[in-house]
């Protein structure tokens, strides 16, 4: 066995120089191109909040964490970009919606208790999905992954400050995170994909070491951490099914709407029209300082010419 197949049996990392098969690149581009979008787009439900933000503190922290995942997605174009893939032409697939990005985004963020519960739950969600990335067999993505989960943990702590504090606030503030906490806990679940049955691309992407859990294993790692942490905080989660079992050693849990999830990558969702629009309204209106940085690169590369 030589080249890529005795470097992903051996456990190593593929390298932007390496042979890979066409397929191989191909799915790090869909999956790496997917995640930056979700970076991307994950910044708009959230962002809304930053000038409604109770007090200096929250915004501060609530800028902070929108920032950060900017930077997530700067570092996910540049390790597609690694494969070959050009960034402009990314970011146009995103637009046309020929590129997916998460689920989780075309949900509406309508309280504010909203911030905290994203911060748990769908951080929480991402952690347990990306953990492993930090071992996926293509090396740039790798080291993107280990820095990106580092911020994504501070991330989650800060949704389960912010829902701690509410929680132990008025009983209003209790409703709201209850209410929010039942609007997110099933696209929560839906962020792992489909069921490992019918999930097209779950075993060659586990054969080529890209995944190294499949979506029902981390669906219910996700579940298991939930529930005690649900438990602390005092809400409850909207599923009547939710039970331990002693012989599996597991959380049982009811069946997620796929359907609903279907329908929502399919372009149906709450919120993907007004997300694809934010996102293109952006671009057009970013024109200007694209054109500005391409020519203040072209004047000093003619000055050291
Ligand atoms: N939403 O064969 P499957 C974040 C697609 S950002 C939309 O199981 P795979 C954060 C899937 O791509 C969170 N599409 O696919 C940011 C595939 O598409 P194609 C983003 C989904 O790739 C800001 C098709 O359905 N995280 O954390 O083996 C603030 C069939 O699925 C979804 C990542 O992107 C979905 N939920 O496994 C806060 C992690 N699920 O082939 C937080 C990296 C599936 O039709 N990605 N699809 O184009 C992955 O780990 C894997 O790509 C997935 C799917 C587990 C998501």
């Known amino acids: 066995m030589t080249g890529f197949d005795a470097i992903i049996a051996r456990d190593q990392r593929i390298e932007p120089r390496d042979r890979m098969p066409d397929a191989y690149r191909a799915t790090m581009v869909r999956q790496i191109a997917q995640h930056a979008h979700s970076e991307i787009i994950g910044m708009q439900p959230e962002g809304r909040w930053i000038t409604r933000a109770p007090s200096l503190r929250r915004k501060a922290i609530l800028l902070a964490?929108?920032?950060d995942e900017a930077g997530h997605g700067l570092y996910?174009?540049?390790?597609?970009?690694?494969?070959?893939?050009?960034?402009?032409?990314?970011?146009?697939k995103l637009i046309s919606g020929a590129q997916k990005y998460s689920s989780i985004f075309n949900y509406p963020s309508l309280t504010f208790a909203d911030v905290g519960v994203i911060g748990w739950l769908v951080d929480g969600a991402?952690?347990?999905?990306?953990?492993?990335l930090c071992r996926t067999s293509y090396g740039p993505y790798a080291r993107a992954m280990i820095r990106i989960c580092k911020e994504e943990s501070f991330h989650q702590r800060q949704g389960y400050e912010l829902l701690m504090r509410m929680t132990r606030g008025t009983p209003e503030q209790r409703e709201m995170v209850q209410e929010a906490v039942d609007r997110w806990w099933w696209p929560s679940l839906m962020m792992f994909g489909p069921p490992d049955a019918e999930s097209p691309n779950t075993a060659r992407s586990m054969a080529w070491k890209i995944k190294r859990h499949t979506n029902d294993e981390l669906r219910q790692r996700f579940v298991d951490m939930s529930v005690p942490q649900a438990d602390a905080l005092?809400?409850?989660?909207?599923?009547?099914?939710?039970?331990?079992?002693?012989?599996?050693?597991?959380?049982?849990?009811?069946?997620?709407?796929?359907?609903?999830?279907?329908?929502?990558?399919?372009?149906?969702?709450?919120?993907?029209?007004?997300?694809?629009?934010?996102?293109?309204?952006?671009?057009?209106?970013?024109?200007?300082?694209?054109?500005?940085?391409?020519?203040?690169?072209?004047?000093?590369?003619?000055?050291?010419?």
Not at 80 to 89: C, F, N
Not at 266 to 288: D, K
């Open 65 to 67: 964490k929108v920032q």
């Open 76 to 92: 996910l174009y540049a390790a597609a970009e690694t494969l070959g893939a050009d960034r402009a032409d990314l970011t146009a």
């Open 126 to 132: 991402a952690i347990c999905n990306q953990v492993p």
């Open 234 to 305: 005092g809400v409850r989660l909207p599923d009547p099914e939710l039970r331990w079992n002693e012989e599996r050693g597991h959380y049982d849990f009811g069946e997620v709407d796929w359907a609903e999830f279907r329908r929502v990558i399919g372009g149906e969702g709450p919120c993907n029209a007004e997300r694809i629009a934010v996102r293109r309204s952006a671009h057009e209106e970013g024109a200007w300082v694209r054109e500005a940085a391409e020519a203040h690169a072209a004047k000093r590369a003619g000055r050291a010419a």
